[in-house]
Structures are given as C-alpha cells and as structure tokens.
C-alpha cells in the first residue's frame, strides 16, 4: 500500500485522546506514514511534543491560532522559540488570520467560549511574528485563512517566508487566488469536508492547484467529510457532534484523485513528493 500522508491535524485535542492506541492501529493499517500535529496555543504545545516522542509518525508544529491571539500570554514568542529550539523538525502552525471569529460567529457559539476575539490586526501582529520565525530558520509553516484571503493576500507581499513555501491549510479561497498564492510559495491541502455538496467553489480551487503545490489532511478532529463517506467513525462529543477519525485520510485521497480525474496511485505518488519536499527536506 503506498504511504499517505496528513498535512495538518490536532491529534492533541481532548476528543482523540481516549482513542490513540486504536487510531493508531487505523493509521498503521491504511498506511498513514506521518502525520503534522499543529498546536493552537501555549497551554496544548506540551501535548503535542508528548505525541512526537510517543509516535513515530508524529511531525510537531507549534504555533498561536488566531481564535487563540487573544488570550496568549506576556511571553509567548519566547515560549514559542524555546518549543522550537527543542525540535530541529518542528513546523510553525498552526497560524494565521480569521475574520470569521468576527464578522460570522454567533456571540455564543461554544466553540469561542472564553476567548477573546482579537481585531484582525491584532491577529497580524501575531501572525507575522510566528511567520518571521519560520522564514528566520525555514520551517515549514501552517496557515489557517478563513474570510481573510485578501488580507492575507497584503501581508504576504510585504514580508519574507520560508524558502521552502508555506502550506495553506484547507484552502478556502476563490480559484482565482490559487495562481497568486502558488506563485509566492504556497502549498495548498485538501479536507475531506470539501466533499459535502455545499462546497463546489472549494472543490473548483483544487481542480485547478497545481499538482506540485497539492497536500492533502484531515484536520481530525475537526471538519469531518460527509458521514456517506466516513470509513472510520468514532463516537460522538458531548454534544453529539461528530468527531472526524485521522485515518478518514484514505477516503480523502481517494475523493480527490477523482475530483482531479488522475489514478489514485498517481495522486498518492504526487503527494508524497510534495510530502517530502515540504515538510522532511
């Protein structure tokens, strides 16, 4: 079986963890060779680097989410260079800007509960810091993007990024924006949640990524793709919401060499190339 590979998770979260050992065993099976684990904010950086010793397959990265910009504390850059210090392999992510919190968010959606929404530019301060970061040493980075693609867009004309690129985790924007952003230095990965019908133009940005630039994740356990299509299923949250399993994976390699009309084993080739060269090289 070729080796798959996830290019943005949260293995750490609260939700996966009564489940490790048995994803574990999930991922072996479908052949997951490794897995990025992103951190969102300084109190989860610990678990994360706990998941790179305990497994193999784990690639850390560390970083403030914008949903968490808010509440970082007086000395986290420092934390944040010393997290990465301690792992010459460690990406930077996950990061970014989210209008979303904003301008869409419901005042009570539970998923904010306790955070304090920080102003967009604020959210830039501290993008930009982590991204210099990752630029400074040529650390793969994770980006998260949601209702902000032509801020985003203004940043980075104006600042350095790793030489390597820069991943555009669940790329949301418009097709037209893909030529752009691939010509900067951008990665851009595919969630199997883009499969749910409601999702075309998010289907349509990737028919036309260049194949070079595609990876492919999960973000587990997060955003699951249509329970149709789901080959693994854990129980639900609390709240009766569904909770994505890491070894959907293969269900979303095998949806996207459809959508993009190539063999499955011409697009798992290919991702594991831009795998490599991205995150390992």
Request: include cysteine; charged fraction near 20%.
């Amino acid at each position: 079986m070729p080796p798959l590979f996830d290019a943005h998770n949260h293995l750490q979260d609260d939700w996966l963890t009564p489940h490790l050992a048995s994803i574990d065993t999930d991922l072996r099976a479908c052949g997951v060779q490794r897995v990025v684990v992103n951190g969102t904010c300084e109190n989860d950086w610990s678990a994360v680097a706990a998941l790179a010793k305990r497994f193999a397959w784990v690639l850390p990265s560390y970083g403030v989410h914008p949903w968490d910009a808010g509440n970082r504390s007086a000395n986290w850059l420092t934390t944040l260079q010393a997290q990465l210090a301690a792992d010459p392999r460690a990406g930077v992510g996950e990061i970014g800007l989210d209008r979303w919190i904003l301008d869409s968010a419901k005042p009570d959606d539970p998923r904010l509960a306790g955070l304090r929404r920080a102003p967009l530019g604020e959210q830039g301060e501290v993008f930009l810091k982590q991204l210099a970061l990752a630029a400074t040493e040529n650390r793969p980075v994770s980006i998260h993007c949601l209702q902000a693609f032509g801020a985003l867009a203004g940043l980075l004309r104006h600042v350095n990024t790793p030489a390597r690129g820069f991943l555009l985790h669940a790329y949301g924007g418009p097709a037209e924006m893909v030529a752009a952003f691939a010509e900067r230095g951008a990665y851009f990965s595919f969630n199997g949640s883009f499969l749910a019908p409601r999702h075309e133009a998010r289907r349509a940005a990737f028919r036309v990524v260049p194949a070079e630039r595609l990876l492919v994740e999960t973000d587990a356990p997060a955003i699951p793709l249509p329970a149709e299509l789901a080959q693994f299923v854990l129980p639900p949250s609390s709240d009766g919401g569904a909770i994505n399993h890491p070894a959907n994976l293969r269900a979303t390699y095998a949806a996207l060499a459809e959508l993009r009309g190539v063999s499955l084993a011409q697009l798992t080739a290919q991702v594991a190339e831009n795998f490599s060269r991205y995150f390992i090289a």
